[in-house]
């Protein structure tokens, strides 16, 4: 039995304590400043909870105490100080952020790591899923030349003018919508502003738009640089959506404001669990002389498990983030310091029971 320590036990936590503890394998103490969040959660789940502030040290220290690793389902800007006490407790250390700051923090303590303690931000859906995807897809020619990826988690039925509903941390999509883009152009890392290159597409007769966003990418940036003349990461959205975010972020200069965008946002946008999560990356390059394309493309629903609907979002990000800690714990990861999500074999990630969430009716493949 593993002791893992996860805190956050929101909307994300409560499904990453379900997996774990239905696997049998994993004893959970969940920590979370939410005393009622803790006491509904304890009545689904056979759980320890304790109330816990993860800005503080001694606090954090005290939960950490006999775990074998640490799950951070918090707000990102939690995670260094969660990444701080994992590395003085000697347990490995996993989070769902995709702030790239919080990953630089990360990278410099998971470098002071002790034996057998590994450091793995960004373990969700993107960052997390896609990269590991991108990279088998790369690593399949004999020459790269594109790696386009292509994620959105949308309402199934929408019903309002931006045509999206939450469906996971206010605090992430904003930053994915306001901060600086990580691509590769002609060859060339760079930055790019957030809701550009706007593009279409249509996945199974339904028409989508799709723009950049900060850090779907994580680490792919820095591991195919100079090998790739195309790599970038778009968010994929019903028609119209970008249009009516740049009239809030531009016009009404809410970039500039983000704790009024967030109140705004979670006052008018209804959450909803009638979700579906579309995957679509292609790559493209050389392999036996001939140039080729390949591509990998998915779609996941919301599910019912026992008496709860979960919606895609949450059973794509926890199920990701549960594969990176089982394969850890089964040696199938490099065993010290700071991980990348292109690190995991793809093969090994579909054939885990987490990882078994991305693959069923809906997905559609050519890996």
């Known amino acids: 039995m593993t002791n893992v320590l996860l805190l956050g036990a929101g909307t994300i936590g409560r499904m990453i304590a379900t997996l774990l503890k239905q696997s049998g394998d994993y004893q959970v103490r969940i920590g979370d400043t939410n005393a009622e969040a803790l006491q509904r959660l304890k009545k689904r789940l056979d759980v320890e909870t304790v109330v816990v502030d993860a800005s503080n040290p001694d606090h954090l220290a005290s939960a950490m105490n006999g775990m074998q690793a640490v799950i951070s389902a918090l707000t990102f800007k939690l995670n260094p100080s969660v990444a701080k006490a994992a ?40 960052p997390g899923f896609v990269g590991i995807v991108a990279n088998h897809l790369a690593q399949r020619f004999d ?46 890392r760079q930055d790019v502003w957030p809701l550009e290159g706007l593009e279409h597409l249509s996945i199974d007769g339904v028409e989508y738009e799709a723009f950049s ?9 820095e591991t195919y640089q100079n090998q790739v003349r195309e790599l970038n990461y778009k968010t994929v959205r019903y028609l119209g959506h970008r249009d009516r975010m740049l009239f809030l972020l531009d016009e009404l200069r809410l970039r500039e404001q983000r704790g009024l965008l967030k109140e705004i946002l979670e006052n008018a946008l209804l959450r909803t669990l009638q979700d579906v999560v579309i995957i679509f990356c292609t790559a493209t390059g050389m392999r036996e002389g001939e140039r080729v394309q390949l591509w990998d493309a998915r779609k996941v629903y919301h599910q019912t498990h026992g008496d709860e609907v979960w919606s895609a979002i949450q059973i794509t990000t926890a199920a990701a983030i549960c594969a990176a ?37 809906g997905v559609k493949t050519d890996t």
């Open 87 to 126: 590395l003085q407790a000697g347990i490995s250390y996993f989070d769902l952020t995709e702030d790239v700051e919080t990953t630089a923090a990360v990278r410099s303590l998971a470098a002071q790591a002790r034996p057998g303690q590994i450091f793995m931000p960004q373990c969700g859906l993107a």
């Open 143 to 188: 020459s790269l030349d594109s790696l386009l990826l292509r994620v959105g988690a949308l309402p199934e039925f929408p019903t309002n003018s931006l045509k999206y509903n939450l469906t996971w941390s206010t605090d992430g999509l904003i930053n994915e919508y306001c901060n600086p883009c990580d691509v590769i152009h002609q060859g060339k």
């Open 213 to 221: 966003t900060s850090g779907g990418l994580g680490t792919l940036c």
């Open 325 to 361: 800690l089982d394969l850890h714990i089964g040696g199938q990861l490099p065993s010290t310091g700071f991980v990348r999500q292109e690190q995991v074999a793809f093969p090994a990630f579909l054939a885990n029971r987490f990882g078994q969430h991305y693959v069923g009716p």
